[in-house]
């Protein structure tokens, strides 16, 4: 059975060869209905990119190549006039910044039953209604007032869920979370995960989810990718990738996360360096400087995933815990 | 809202207050005698004895200007030693003129200037782009009396197609009085068009890239609602402050503009005034313009506050 | 996106605004505009063998390149081509001085506004409100009643007229800056106020200053002819480019030639300097183009 979202070979530039700078490079990723993908990196890395091209909502400097298919449609080279169909009523995206991704001339009410009145051709005084019960499936206390309040009058926190009654509206087949708790304060993420997490359980929606919080991942995800410099490093389901890392780069990010008793959340940039930025094809793996165990292979070819075991893909010479000389 | 309207309202009415003292002190500060001054240039010694005792001028400054305040809130701002006539009167004749070139003029600065604005930046970096943003600035930086002079000279002097100069009441001669207009409006107003129109740009510009335009576009509203309705409306708060700020600027404009066009308005008059020494009127003049610049911004911050949420909301400022 | 900012910040700020500046041609002809104008301005008698006030009756309203003046004479007999040269230097004059009086006075008042706010913030705003509420015109016509129409008043009213704008560019600068934490640490570790105000805040605003400068000077150019042309700025016989578009209109059934020049002058002039404050405003503040 064809699955809910197929991206394949996704590329995406900006500027024009042999100058353009690649940010997304050879992204491979499927998501079934009911299931959640992690797409896991450092900022910078092209993950959100790729969000927004399942959008299609990547700036006008950027030039998609590959396949998205999204439920039978083919989302790159669709014309807008079913892109906007399917935006906000079949796919919707909970952005990275609450504070600034609501209208503040508009109030949150009229702001939700935009979306429902756009996509399911309502009245305003049932619009309206719904925006109300809404705001209260995502928990917001007194939703008739609330739906009235214009952004500024609400926290941060407040507006997310704004934001996700929004993404919700329309009962999307499919939900983009672009760090959506990022932004917020510990308290508040865990209940804006509380919220996601119930709406999981309810219905057979898709979610890809966009995070550089592996406690984020392991709360919520059923499989993931890890991107390093725009191209997939290692896909796994969620258990593989945490009690087996394979990829250096990923045994880093593990290592970086906290254990629970810690107390102390420290984030991805605990590996020495900074993400490189691509331009043409590199020839050696993008990894290899922050690398502890880089050998004189890694700079002579770039690694390509290699499916280890039972669906466990990794982009590495030399995986962690695997014998030398297991890949070839 | 309330709260904030009245803070807006006292701090205007501060300004009033100060700035009417300016112009008090400024006319004190004319050069010779003050009752010399007021009686035109020939007063005779009885006339300046009158004078004196109308005007209180032997009485102690602060006693003056409270004397002074009550006249205008009795609508007595003396008498032009030009004309005979009350200030009010001569006031009351020209201010339809200037009015109606404002208006006009900012009306077409607002038709002309928003909608290639916009355009502009919709096709940001295109050649349309370029061109509307060369205009402007030519816009900027032609000086208005000499745009006047050449459209009169081609206009008028060499094909005749509008009159060079002159006016014509709007309830007396509708058309004339329009065809009287077209070039001091034309005038007046590209200079209006070219402001607003870079800031219609730039701040749409802004608001294009902001986050909020992405989710319109995330919720799948067709193009014309996410630039009419979302980028616009935070747009347009900008520009209505301009349009506030400019009016001061505009004035100044106005003068020169019936000076070239020969159109009886207050512009004209104030700079006859000077000329002939007519000091009550241009008294009056000076507080009128500031108490309309300061009723207008007063106006502006309403509707910007009415606008803008935020304002409107908590009363906080910009 | 921002693989692409990290790539961008890479440059230094100095190489990469001077590139944005020299990448707008035509921010580079304002700049070699604004220098040909200003040579003009100081080499006036070595460019023009004629006196800009000599009349000679003998030769009124004489044509463009007839009786061997360049431009032809007006109706006095004097040489256009001379007294447009000579125009230049109170153009200059006006421009310049008035927009730096304007600066020097408004710069200190914005940044204590900003910096001290409370009431003393309250008074200077509301001060301004009152400049403002006074167009330059009226500013300009009051002092010409008062001291007598000059070039010297013309220069102060434009001045003037320029304190309100230039105080809340400097006083906003200073509202933001005074919350950076350089200038906090300078406060805690106890600096003197008029230490942090000239050494910590003034050089941090000066890119919007020098943005409103240039974006002033032609403005002030734009003014100064507006008040000659009224004839409440330079005084005859000194040539300026608006009284001599002013004389210009009375004569323009006989000679349009003598309303073209002038205002061209003008006009070149106001967009060399418009030209050079966009490429320097995209340079400086990228965000705003």
Redesign the interface.
């Known amino acids: 059975m064809e699955k809910l979202l197929e991206i394949e070979d996704l590329c995406i530039n900006f500027g024009s060869q042999p100058d353009a700078v690649r940010a997304v490079r050879n992204l491979n990723l499927s998501v079934d209905a009911g299931e959640v993908v992690a797409l896991v990196g450092e900022s910078g890395c092209g993950k959100s990119m790729s969000a927004l091209a399942v959008m299609k909502l990547t700036p006008p400097a950027a030039i998609a190549t590959g396949s998205i298919r999204f439920n039978g449609t083919e989302i790159l080279s669709a014309p807008d006039s079913v892109i906007r169909k399917i935006r906000g009523r079949e796919i919707s995206m909970v952005f990275q910044e609450p504070m600034t991704s609501l209208n503040p001339a508009f109030t949150v009410g009229d702001q939700i039953a935009e979306t429902l009145r756009l996509h399911l051709k309502i009245s305003k005084q049932e619009a309206a209604k719904r925006a109300v019960e809404l705001l209260s499936r995502v928990r917001i206390a007194s939703p008739e007032k609330r739906a009235r309040a214009y952004p500024h009058q609400l926290s941060g926190g407040m507006r997310q869920r704004v934001m996700i009654a929004i993404a919700l509206s329309c009962n999307p087949k499919f939900l983009i979370l672009d760090e959506p708790t990022t932004a917020l304060d510990v308290t508040t993420q865990a209940q804006v995960l509380e919220i996601v997490r119930e709406l999981e359980g309810e219905g057979d929606t898709g979610v890809l989810l966009i995070t550089h919080d592996l406690g984020v991942v392991a709360d919520l995800a059923d499989r993931v990718v890890v991107m390093y410099a725009g191209s997939p490093v290692e896909t796994s389901d969620v258990g593989g990738i945490f009690s087996q890392p394979m990829h250096p780069y990923t045994n880093g990010l593990l290592g970086a996360v906290p254990r629970r008793s810690d107390g102390i959340r420290r984030r991805l940039n605990d590996i020495p360096g900074t993400v490189p930025v691509i331009k043409s094809n590199p020839g050696r793996c993008a990894f290899a400087d922050r690398c502890s165990y880089a050998a004189d292979d890694c700079a002579a070819k770039e690694p390509e995933l290699f499916d280890i075991q039972g669906g466990h893909r990794v982009a590495c010479f030399h995986p962690v815990g695997v014998e030398e000389g297991a890949i070839l | 809202m309330r709260r904030y309207l009245y803070r807006r309202a006292g ?1 205007s009415f ?3 207050v ?2 009417s003292m ?1 112009v008090f002190a ?1 006319v004190r ?3 010779g005698n003050m009752a010399v001054a007021l009686s035109g240039e020939n007063g005779s010694a009885a006339a300046i004895a009158a004078i004196t005792r109308e005007y209180g001028l032997n009485k102690p400054l602060v006693v003056q200007y409270f004397d002074w305040v009550r006249q205008i809130l009795t609508g007595n701002l003396g008498i032009s030693p030009q004309t005979g006539q009350s200030v009010v009167q001569e006031v009351a004749q020209r201010l339809p003129v200037t009015l109606e070139l404002t208006l006009l003029s900012i009306l077409f600065g607002v038709v002309v200037g928003i909608p290639v604005g916009i355009f502009a930046a919709l096709k940001r970096g295109k050649p349309i782009d370029y061109a509307s943003n ?1 205009l402007a ?2 816009g ?8 006047g ?2 459209l ?2 081609f206009l008028s ?1 060499r094909s005749h197609i509008l009159p060079s100069s002159g006016f014509v009441s709007f309830f007396s001669n509708p058309l004339g009085n329009l065809k009287d207009m077209i070039m001091p409006v034309v005038v007046l107003g590209s200079g209006v068009a070219a402001i607003l129109m870079r800031q219609m740009r ?1 701040g749409m510009l ?1 608001t294009l890239r ?3 335009v ?10 014309r609602a996410v630039i009419g309705k ?1 980028a616009l ?2 747009s347009l708060t900008a520009v209505v402050t301009i349009i506030g ?1 400019q009016f ?2 505009l ?2 404009g106005v ?2 503009t019936e ?2 066009f020969l159109l009886p308005g207050i ?1 004209q008059l ?2 006859d005034s ?2 002939q ?1 007519d ?1 009550p009127t ?1 008294q009056a ?2 507080l009128l ?3 309309s ?2 009723v207008i911004n007063f106006l502006v911050d309403i509707a910007y506050s009415l ?4 304002v409107r ?2 009363g906080a400022s910009k | 996106m921002t693989d692409l900012a990290s790539t961008k910040r890479r440059q230094k700020p100095q190489r990469r605004r001077l590139k944005a500046f020299l990448g707008r041609k035509v921010a580079v002809f304002g700049a070699i505009g604004i220098l040909i104008i200003i040579a003009m301005a100081i080499f006036a008698p070595l460019i023009t063998s004629y006196s800009p006030t000599a009349t000679d009756f003998t030769h009124l309203f004489a044509a463009p390149f007839s009786g061997g003046h360049i431009l032809g004479t007006d109706q006095l007999g004097r040489d256009s081509f001379s007294r447009l040269i000579y125009g230049t230097q109170s153009t200059l004059e006006v421009g310049v001085v008035a927009t730096l009086l304007g600066t020097f006075v408004a710069v200190p008042i914005g940044i204590v506004s900003g910096y001290y706010r409370g009431w003393v913030d309250s008074v200077i705003m509301r001060l301004t409100d009152v400049i403002l509420s006074f167009p330059f015109l009226v500013i300009a016509v009051g002092l010409a009643a008062i001291l007598g129409p000059s070039l010297r008043n013309a220069i102060l009213a434009l001045g003037i007229a320029q304190i309100p704008g230039v105080i809340r560019i400097a006083r906003a600068e200073a509202l933001g800056l005074r919350e950076q934490e350089f200038v906090q640490a300078a406060i805690a570790s106890g600096a003197s106020d008029p230490t942090i105000l000239a050494r910590y805040m003034l050089p941090n605003m000066l890119s919007p200053l020098v943005v409103q400068v240039s974006v002033a000077i032609p403005g002030a150019i734009l003014g100064s002819a507006l008040l000659s042309f009224l004839g409440v700025g330079v005084q005859p016989p000194t040539p300026a480019w608006g009284s001599m578009l002013a004389t210009a209109q009375t004569y323009l059934y006989q000679d349009y030639w003598l309303a073209v020049l002038p205002g061209v002058a003008i006009l070149l002039t106001t967009l060399c300097f418009n030209f050079f404050g966009d490429g320097l405003r995209d340079a400086l503040d990228p965000s705003l183009g």
């Open positions: 701090a501060i300004t009033l100060l700035a300016v400024g500060a004319l050069p060369s600035i030519f900027l930086s032609i000086p208005s009396f000499w745009f002079i050449l009169i000279l002097v730039s802004e902001s986050d909020y992405r989710t319109a576009r995330a919720k799948g509203l067709p193009e979302h409306r935070n700020l001061g600027v004035l100044s003068a020169v000076q070239v512009g104030t700079i000077v000329f020494r000091y241009l003049l000076a313009i500031a108490a610049y300061i606008l803008n949420p935020r909301l908590t």
